[in-house]
């Protein structure tokens, strides 16, 4: 068996690489197979990972390195206490000479090891052949996993004993990190908040000193939270943004609206939480639907979502969230006449208007219906909720076509993601859509509030490429 140099004790060479660590520390550690023992001891002695792997050559099965590596561990035991026994290191098989044996040997210790994020697993990158070396160094990269090198100053083409130190090797993103920053600005402004999210995070871990990678991160958590009608882990998202006294130069000239935003998802939240609760009373419901700010933050979180689905090119999701904003029109209109959709009962808007059987049985027939109905017993669907406004001569549809309504819906019902089984071409959309930007604007209007400051409040914040 090999013995540690001579020139230099192994005890004696550790502690001067041992003042060389600083504060890295890994719970994982992956070695390949070398033919000197020095190199991999240093680091299982000074980084004192949870959990040790060798990827071994048959040459160094035979030189036997695992047994030396334990000789010179030993030695230090006054120094250090191992946390993980070398009973227990990790050794896949197989001859780990090549770069495919490689990305063999460290899939191996990876499945072994899924409980540890990456990032808490570091590679040697000092030993073993070149091609090995380069084989490991891109799979660190593609994978995401730390890189450490043992470093050393050379005489005779021979490492000095006791100049060993440990080195990081410098993330690439150092230099390279706007390009993947350029990226994820990209998927941002696609509406792939997912993608871009884990594009900044993984981004903010590399390069720490860029605190601007953190905080898009959390504004894409936001936006893929609200996009998913989330408002609550998109509202704490959105905080720690605001968090920042000074943020980006990109989003420092919209924090304004980033914060109207989030006032926008407080009141999302409480829209939410009373109309998805199955135990609301009908009293809460109304309260609700007839609370103007709560009624345009959910408005705008479905019309926004609308655009940006249209955007995708999405048409028939897009569809969908239109016709969500139709009902939610009437729905509120509805609900100033105490009218709940979902269990309607008509007292309060029969003492305001007596003959609304009536009136409703006329429009029926207005709209070409062979058979008419009384006032709706059960929950009232979209085009039943515009026929009730109009027998109500409610300013939202008074003296406007609600035919409209009915005609353009069709093709929302023949979408695959309602009751038919195609595609909503885009100009079928466009035409549907021109009907809720009709709609809208009446809404606006009677409202007597601007829809353009409403609309930029649910237009998601674009970043600069």
């Known amino acids: 068996m090999a013995q540690p140099t001579e020139a230099l ?4 060479m550790f502690r001067r690489f041992r003042s060389t660590i600083g504060d890295h520390a890994f719970r994982g550690l992956v070695l390949v197979g070398t033919l000197q023992a020095d190199t991999p001891s240093l680091l299982i002695a000074g980084l004192n990972p949870e959990r040790v792997a060798f990827l071994l050559t048959d040459q160094s099965r035979e030189k036997g390195l695992i047994a030396q590596c334990r000789a010179r561990l030993e030695q230090v035991a006054d120094q250090v206490s191992l946390r993980c026994s070398p009973d227990v290191w990790f050794c896949p ?3 780990h000479s090549n770069v495919l044996s490689v990305y ?3 899939r191996a210790v990876l499945d072994r090891w899924n409980d540890l994020e990456r990032h808490e697993i570091a590679v040697d990158l000092t030993g073993g052949k070149a091609t090995m070396t380069v084989g490991l160094a891109k799979a660190a990269h593609v994978l995401r996993l730390a890189s450490v090198y043992v470093d050393s100053d050379y005489a005779d083409n021979r490492p000095i004993p006791g100049t060993q130190r440990l080195a990081t090797p410098e993330d690439p993103y150092l230099v390279f990190g706007d390009l993947e920053a350029a990226e994820a600005c990209r998927l941002h402004n696609h509406h792939d908040y997912a993608g871009a999210e884990r594009v900044f995070r993984d981004l903010a871990r590399r390069v720490p000193d860029n605190q601007d990678y953190a905080i898009y991160a959390d504004l894409s958590a936001a936006y893929l939270a609200w996009d998913s009608f989330v408002p609550q882990p998109a509202a704490m998202a959105l905080d720690r943004v605001l968090a920042h006294n000074v943020l980006p130069d990109a989003l420092q000239a919209r924090r304004v609206t980033l914060e109207a935003q ?9 829209i939410n939480q009373c109309l998805t609760n199955r135990h609301s009373q009908a009293a809460d419901a109304l309260a609700a639907l007839n609370d103007l700010d709560q009624v345009l933050a959910l408005l705008g979180s479905l019309h926004g979502a609308a655009l940006r689905r249209a955007a995708q090119e999405r048409y028939d999701v897009a569809a969908l969230m239109r016709y969500r904003c139709l009902e939610l029109l009437s729905q509120h209109r509805l609900a100033t006449y105490s009218v709940w959709t979902a269990e309607p009962l008509f007292d309060a808007a029969l003492q305001r208007v007596p003959d609304l059987k009536q009136r409703y049985r006329r429009v029926q027939r207005e709209q070409g219906f062979r058979k008419v109905y009384d006032l709706p017993e059960r929950s009232i669907a979209l085009f039943e909720g515009y026929m009730l406004l109009q027998a109500l001569d409610d300013p939202l549809v008074r003296e406007w076509d609600i035919g409209l309504v009915r005609q353009r819906s069709y093709v929302r019902n023949t979408s695959i993601l309602a ?6 071409s885009r100009h079928e959309y466009e035409q549907f859509a021109d009907i809720v930007e009709n709609v809208l604007d009446r809404f606006f ?15 998601f914040v ?4």
């Open 9 to 12: 004790p192994f005890p004696d």
């Open 93 to 95: 098989n197989g001859d």
């Open 262 to 270: 989030r006032q926008a998802l407080t009141q999302l939240t409480a």
């Open 462 to 465: 674009t970043l600069a490429v």
């Open 419 to 424: 009751h038919g089984f195609r595609a909503i």
């Open 445 to 459: 209007t009677i409202a007597q509030l601007p829809r353009y400051e409403w609309e930029q409040t649910y237009h």
């Open 104 to 106: 063999t040997g460290l």
